[in-house]
Structure formats: C-alpha cells, structure tokens
C-alpha cells in the first residue's frame, strides 16, 4: 500500500500543474513580499498601510532564481532534524530569486554534490521527500538546476560568478561599505556623536576547555577574579549583569540572580539579559547605562557556558514557530552550515581560497600559545587544516570554532570612583554599539530562510556588521585608522576574512591581501584576535563577548604576556548572534 504524501509543513509551498512555489505574503499596501510568511504585520518602516495583519495576503514566490552560495553537511545534525538510516549527506542551496530580489534557503535535490553547483547557476523549485515513517512520506521543497551546469572547473566557475552579485556588500566592487572607511581614514560622520567613558577596573575570565560542571562555577571563579583585579569585595558591588546562557537550566536564564547567589546574597540590584552571542556585551551595555544614569558606580558583568560538545542546537521540544527549531527539522541546516554559505559566497566573489581560510587558524592558533585561559595551545599548519575533516564544504573542522565551557567577567565604574581609588588613567569604556539592522536586511544570517526583500526599499547604505561597527566609531569619536588592535567573531576563519572589511581594516575584497601581508599578525600594525579568537577558545556564547573586553582590557594595560601589542591605545571587539543581535565594543586608554 502506497504512503500517504504530505508536507512536512503545512502553508509553506505549493504545487499545481507541475510547478512548486514557495508560498509567503505580500504587503498589499507597499507590495514587500515575505517568506517565510508574515502574518503580523509589515515591516517595511516606510509603508502606509495599516499595520495590523490585514494588510498582508498570501502570495506565491516566483520559483526560479540563481544560486547565491550552497555547501553541503558531511555530518548527521542534531534534533529536531530527523535523519535517514544510516545518514545520507546532503546538499543546501541559497537562492536569490530576482523578481522578489531576496535570498532563499533550501535543500538541493538528492544526488547533488557542492562540486555539481556553482554561485549563478539557475535553479528552479520542485518537491522531494525529507523524511518518512511508516505510513507516511513528508514533503518540502528542493532546488535542481534548470540544466546540468557546465563542465568548468570550480576555480574558474567560480572566477566567473565574480560581478554577477548584485547584494548588498557582494558587488565585488574594491570600495568599503558606505559609511565604513578602509583603516588609515576617520570614519566618524558630521552626525556622529560621544559618549562620556567608564572604567574597566577589573577583569577576570575561567580557562575555556571541556570541564563538565556547573556553568556557575566557572561565571564564579571570573567574577572574584576580576573583584580582586579591581580591589574591590563583593560588597562593593552596587548592580550585577548578567549574560543569560539558555542550555542550562532555569539558573541560566536568570544569570544575573544565579551569580548575585553564588557570590551571596547583598542586596545589590540584578539584570539578565539574552542576545545570544551577543549578550555579553548587552550585558556591559546595562551596566554602562547604569552607571552613566549615576543610578550605580560599581557594576560586575558576568557571563559563563557550560556547552554541549557537536553542534549547537535548539532548546529541547517541539516548536514549530520558532525559526531556530524550524531551521533544523526542515533544512538540517546546521551554524556551520551557514558559515560555509558565507565562505563559498566569498571564494566566489573574491577570489577566496581554502588556504587563505586556513592561514587565519594558523595565525590565531599562534596567538593562543601565550594566553592561558585559552582551551587549544598547539601551533597549527596549513597541511593540518588540509586534512581535517570536511564539516560543511569548503570549511573543513579546523576552520570551525568548536563549543567550548568558560567563563569571563568584568568590573565596570563611573570614571569619578576609578579617580577616588586613585586611578587616574584606567581602560576606559568608550563606546557600545548593540544597533539592529536596516529593513531591508539582505545578507542571510543565522537561523534564517531568507533575507528580507529588496524590491520595494532600497538596500540599505550599511550591511548590517559594518553598521554595527559604524555606530560604534562614531560615539567613540574614531576611526579605524585609530586602532591599535581588534578582537573580532571568527565563529569560521572566513568570517574572520569579511570582519576585516566590515570593521573598516580594509576595502571589500582586501581581506585575504591583508591577511597575507601579516599585518594581522602580532607584530603588524593591526593584529587581529591576539587572543588567539575563537580558533583558540571555542565558543562560550554568553562569556564570550566579555572575555573580548578582558582582552583589550589586559592588551591596553600592557599585561598580554607573550602576546602583547606594542603600544597599544585603542582596541575594538566585535561579534554577532542569532536573530539580528550584535555588538561592538571599543576599549581606549
């Protein structure tokens, strides 16, 4: 008996006389499209109409467009996802779709490889099995190509998708992103305005490793770490942030309570706050807040991870309407997985190599040898990251940060109490940048299907991480010509390659010519993650955006020992999270 054929969600395509469609909503007042669809209202700031719902109605997507990027999973990803036995490999696609000018996600047909594709080729839309039980086969949608691709090797295929981007950020144009100057020119703007700084008086971090225990513990040891770096007791302590990690528990949603209780109970007034990678940095942006209200003069930031080892995945339970938990049961679309969309999108449009990916682990895992809360200290070769296991093609294992357990916290004052405690130059705090992007927000990121569209409002002039680092320039009244350091996400060694560009070190498509110079490297004149980054750490997710403000703090005080940058007066630290979060931090002394 045949099975029963279904979608494996209902609403979200549609087939009718041999053609498949995505099916979204379209604004009837502004005419923006949608997918997946948008049943609350449109988001289109400049759009008249009511904004209450009615104004959306359903609208099929055209179903052809040309490939953006793809890669591919080599490795079963966690649950929600349901796999085959035994685990098939498989291959994902991003497709910009012309007509509605946006990006979107979706698996490829069965038997397609990363070598089968190339960014520009046209696909078209059909349907195909994700998964079955017993009686039942679950249906989604699946790119193929409209005809087999041509027989060009991928060095020149992709040579040749090099101009055919028309993206914000992705025009292969040697310009930096408007509003973000290359280093060595001021990007602070006629409208850019500064806030007054705060100090850093003390900073504490917990080894990053495998531990196996409490995340409390490790947010803990940081905390009194970063208290007697300060001089400070427990008791001096007036507010407690904390940066929120959602695996552990109920005490990790309410960190900053689960740390006020570890360290005792004090009366001190507490905020938890979540931004997922980057909610250690709202968490500094509370207290700074705080303190520069003159509501406190003594704040401790703390944010600690307890990881599980493999891939990050979503909170247990059946959620389909949370984006992350669909991404996963519909796509299997794993965080490296959308790393290698980024990394092939910039081979593609750069002219990008592998070996230029792993000479950012290189570099950094050089730089970890010195700093000893890092979990990996081993010098890595170019031949050992060649042979590492391919995860998400073209990013092999060690082009991918591992998920790390750590902990990092700081001690934040108004500038008056660092002077009262004679400290008369201190790191000081002089920027924070937690902006949002501009609709329309054209880049895929993390755990979205699609980007917004472009068809009715312009893209707009900042890609959302340079307008991050943007903002953060202007209140601290610097340019990138003014940094002495950066600490920056490499969350994958490529991602390190397009921070370059969107902090302003140099123009788009430069990034691999800076990398190669050794500019980037301690003893350039711009080192990039001295740390030893994420290469080093792995990622702690709530501690990690405060264990980069440690780092400038140590490298500005000129305590990085074995890894200092000489001279160093002015740092940033950037990093970005899921559902449009992100941070930038500028350290000055």
Not at 475 to 489: K, Q, R, T, W
Not at 523 to 542: K, Q, T
Request: glycine residues 12%; proline residues 7%.
């Amino acid at each position: 008996m045949a099975k029963e054929r279904r979608p494996a969600i209902e609403g979200w395509f549609i087939t009718e006389d041999g053609r498949t469609r995505l099916l979204g909503t379209r604004c009837t007042a502004c005419g923006t499209p949608y997918f997946p669809r948008n049943a609350l209202a449109c988001r289109n700031p400049g759009c008249t109409g009511p904004k209450d719902g009615s104004e959306l109605e359903e609208y099929a997507l055209s179903g052809r467009g040309r490939i953006w990027s793809f890669t591919d999973a080599r490795y079963q990803p966690p649950p929600p996802y349901v796999p085959s036995d035994p685990f098939r490999p498989f291959t994902l696609a991003a497709v910009e779709l012309p007509e509605e000018r946006m990006v979107v996600l979706g698996r490829t047909v069965p038997g397609l490889t990363p070598d089968d594709l190339q960014v520009g080729a046209e696909v078209e839309l059909t349907t195909g099995i994700l998964y079955e039980d017993d009686d039942t086969e679950y249906l989604t949608w699946l790119w193929k190509p409209v005809a087999p691709a041509p027989a060009t090797p991928r060095a020149e295929a992709d040579t040749a998708a090099r101009g055919a981007a028309t993206r914000s950020g992705d025009t292969g144009d040697p310009t930096p992103a408007a509003g973000t100057t290359a280093r060595g020119t001021s990007a602070v703007g006629a409208g850019g305005r500064t806030t007054e700084p705060i100090a850093v008086l003390g900073v504490g971090m917990h080894p990053w490793g495998k531990w196996g225990r409490n995340f409390v513990e490790y947010g803990l040891a940081a905390a009194r770490a970063a208290l007697a770096d300060a001089g400070l007791s427990w008791q001096d302590v007036q507010y407690v942030a904390g940066a929120d990690t959602i695996r552990n528990g109920y005490p990790g949603f309410i960190a900053g309570a689960t740390f006020a209780q570890a360290l005792g109970w004090s009366g001190a007034r507490v905020s938890s706050c979540y931004a997922a990678c980057a909610s250690g940095a709202q968490a500094i942006d509370l207290a700074r807040a705080r303190i520069l209200a003159g509501l406190c003069d003594v704040a401790l930031v703390v944010g600690a991870d307890a990881a599980p080892k493999g891939f990050f995945k979503p909170v247990g339970g059946d959620r389909p309407d949370d984006p992350d938990w669909l991404r996963f049961r519909l796509l299997g679309a794993t965080n490296p997985g959308y790393f290698a969309l980024y990394a092939r999108r910039r081979m593609a449009l750069y002219g990008a190599t592998p070996d230029d990916f792993a000479a950012v682990k290189v570099k950094n895992a050089r730089h970890g040898l010195a700093n000893p809360y890092a979990r990996y200290r081993k010098e890595v070769s170019v031949e050992d990251v060649r042979e590492s296991a391919m995860v998400a093609d073209p990013l092999r294992l060690l082009d991918i940060c591992a998920t790390s357990d750590g902990g990092a916290a700081v001690v934040l004052t108004s500038m008056d109490f660092a002077r009262s405690r004679g400290i008369a130059d201190p790191v000081r705090v002089a920027a924070v940048s937690t902006v949002t992007p501009t609709f329309p927000k054209t880049v895929l990121d993390l755990p979205d299907f699609a980007t917004d569209s472009a068809m009715t409002v312009a893209e707009p002039d900042r890609p959302f991480r340079s307008a991050i680092a943007h903002a953060a320039y202007e209140e601290a009244g610097i340019g990138p010509g003014d940094l002495s350091l950066a600490e920056v996400y490499d969350l994958s060694t490529a991602l390190e390659l397009d921070w370059y560009e969107d902090i302003g070190l140099c123009e788009a498509g430069g990034a691999e010519a800076l990398l190669r110079s050794g500019r980037t490297a301690l003893g350039g004149d711009i080192p990039v993650n001295p740390s030893g980054g994420l290469a080093s750490f792995g990622e702690a997710i709530p501690a990690q955006a405060i264990a980069q403000l440690c780092e400038l703090t140590w490298q500005l005080r000129g305590q990085a020992e074995g890894r200092q940058v000489a001279g160093a007066r002015a740092g940033i630290a950037v990093n970005q999270g899921l559902f449009g979060h992100g941070s930038a931090v500028i350290a000055l002394r």
